[in-house]
């Protein structure tokens, strides 16, 4: 660990008020400092190639590319990339699909700040950090079948069920995705296969049952 630098971080959330709030308290730590901000994944992934922070804290639900596509993309540049997902999702496969995109550790925003604090120490010195209740939920997730489901989609699969359920159309997500429509369509039919549905309802059904997505984020999709 570094004797006398900071900790440069790269903070990666939608929200200036929430960014504006944690910025404030992560750099009255001891050897932490903000250097760059992005309120979407577009420039997350710019300031990163720009900026080479010792830790990106990544929110997953932003603008464009999902934290989960910029946290792959990271990785592809840099495998030596140290993120930390801080995100609202407390559903475990959104830990799990985030550590398979390449992040070394994931704390829910409603952990109290201390667990945030203690997390970038951890993920900077390359440890995996998890905030408890996402530590509790893969643990219990284990006993039931959601988790083997979910499980078996890759992290694109996973990120393309979450935007058809939000009825984005086949082309916004791959323009979104930076893939092809063909792409889109493919992967479409095996997510349903993988998860043994046969339409769009009853995809949509299964995804809010395993908390990929909730109803009141449908409903703010729709408006």
Do not use: W
Not at 63 to 76: F, V
Not at 134 to 144: R, S, T, V
């Amino acid at each position: 660990m570094k004797a006398s630098a900071s900790i440069n971080i790269l903070l990666a959330d939608d929200h200036a008020i929430v960014r504006e709030g944690y910025r404030s308290l992560l750099q009255k730590q001891p050897g932490m400092q903000v250097i760059a901000e992005a309120a979407d994944g577009v420039e997350a992934y710019a300031l990163f190639k720009a900026c080479a922070p010792d830790v990106v804290i990544m929110d997953l639900s932003m603008p464009g590319p999902s934290g989960l596509t910029t946290i792959a993309r990271m990785k592809q540049r840099r495998s030596d990339a140290r993120i930390l997902v801080f995100s609202m999702h407390q559903h475990p496969s959104f830990a799990v699909q985030a550590t398979r995109a390449g992040a070394l550790g994931y704390v829910t925003k409603s952990s109290p700040p201390e667990v945030l604090i203690r997390a970038v120490y951890e993920v900077y010195q390359r440890r995996t950090a998890l905030s408890a209740d996402i530590a509790q939920a893969l643990a219990l997730e284990k006993l039931g079948a959601d988790r083997d489901a979910l499980e078996a989609l890759t992290v694109r699969e996973f990120e393309i069920l979450r935007l058809l359920v939000e009825a984005k159309t086949p082309e916004v997500i791959a323009q979104t995705l930076s893939i092809s429509t063909k792409t889109v369509l493919n992967c479409h039919y095996l997510i349903k296969r993988k998860l043994g549905v046969a339409g769009d309802i009853e995809l949509t059904r299964l995804a809010i049952k395993m908390n990929v997505i909730d109803l009141l984020e449908l409903s703010g999709a729709a408006e």
